[in-house]
């Protein structure tokens, strides 16, 4: 079983080395995690992508999340207007 992939993302080290124990941890993961390899190599640049600035999409995705709650509560409401003027009155 590959050792180290939580000591990766723990890591201050955020740097071309992280991303270089990262691909080593997927060549040893591959046997025992194939799905997994294939989400983390899908989504490989954005994982890359934090590794170098430390941020994430979670305010986008929270903005998202709020956005769809809004839809579902005024499911069946005709007026798009009212829908806008509640997604801008919840920030």
Do not use: H
């Amino acid at each position: 079983m590959p050792k180290g992939a939580a000591t990766i993302y723990e890591s201050d080290e955020k740097s071309e080395n992280t991303t270089l124990q990262l691909l080593d941890w997927i060549l040893e993961a591959r046997e025992y995690f194939p799905e997994s390899v294939k989400t983390i190599i899908r989504w490989f640049g954005e994982i890359v992508g934090y590794f170098e600035s430390g941020t994430t999409q979670g305010t986008v995705e929270g903005i998202n999340n709020r956005l769809k709650l809004i839809k579902r509560k005024g499911y069946g409401f005709r007026n798009f207007e009212n829908f806008r003027l509640r997604s801008l009155l919840s920030w």
